[in-house]
T-cell receptor
Framework: DGGITQSPKYLFRKEGQNVTLSCEQNLNHDAMYWYRQDPGQGLRLIYYSQIVNDFQKGDIAEGYSVSREKKESFPLTVTSAQKNPTAFYLC??????????????FGPGTRLLVL | AQSVTQPDIHITVSEGASLELRCNYSYGATPYLFWYVQSPGQGLQLLLKYFSGDTLVQGIKGFEAEFKRSQSSFNLRKPSVHWSDAAEYFCAVVGQAGTALIFGKGTTLSVSS
């Protein structure tokens, strides 16, 4: 079955530690996105990528980094510079055939907690 | 700047009753609008979307939404709610850069028996 997988489901970060969240899709989508969800805040865009080896900052990119070396994969690193990383992180992907009118499909999410 | 407002943080509806979730957007041009649903601890699932044409759009699970340009609204409706509809609902609009979605803060729906 085609879809988006995110791992791990839960992730614990210690002070000063960088952690990486995985996002993989087998939908042959060109565009991929990372959102952060906080209670009562909706979803906010962290980074997005429309093509391999290219990505752009979203509204809240500070303290995060990404890479897009393969079409299927868009990992997100939460660095030690992100002072409030506790949140639910959602990855999404979409085709680019009709640009932004294409539906974004979401993964199941990763919950990041700080120890 | 574009924005999406969902005025109701939490709504409780009796099972079998009708439902309307409100969404107002701020956007200069013709908006591309979406409604997503999220079950606890899960990702988001698309319910329906509006790009152009008929202002009443049908979605999955018996949901529909009506685009009203004069009111800058895109309200989600369902004639008869089921207990399984309890979830969080998000309205979203395509950002002006045309690259990502801008989400409202969501409305949590509870269904009472």
């Amino acid at each position: 079955d085609g879809g988006i997988t995110q791992s791990p489901k839960y992730l614990f970060r210690k002070e000063g530690q960088n952690v990486t969240l995985s996002c993989e899709q087998n939908l042959n989508h060109d565009a991929m996105y990372w959102y952060r969800q906080d209670p009562g805040q909706g979803l906010r865009l962290i980074y997005y990528s429309q093509i391999v080896n290219d990505f752009q900052k979203g509204d809240i990119a500070e303290g995060y980094s990404v890479s897009r070396e393969k079409k299927e994969s868009f990992p997100l690193t939460v660095t030690s510079a992100q002072k409030n990383p506790t949140a639910f992180y959602l990855c999404a992907s979409s085709s680019r055939r009709q640009g932004i009118r294409e539906t974004q499909y979401f993964g199941p999410g990763t919950r990041l907690l700080v120890l | 700047a574009q924005s999406v407002t969902q005025p109701d943080i939490h709504i409780t509806v009796s099972e079998g009753a009708s439902l309307e979730l409100r969404c107002n957007y701020s956007y200069g041009a013709t908006p591309y609008l979406f409604w997503y649903v999220q079950s606890p601890g899960q990702g988001l699932q698309l319910l329906l979307k509006y790009f152009s044409g008929d202002t009443l759009v049908q979605g999955i699970k018996g949901f529909e939404a009506e685009f009203k340009r004069s009111q800058s609204s895109f309200n989600l409706r369902k004639p008869s709610v089921h207990w399984s509809d309890a979830a969080e609902y998000f309205c979203a609009v395509v950002g002006q850069a045309g690259t990502a979605l801008i989400f409202g803060k969501g409305t949590t729906l509870s269904v009472s028996s």
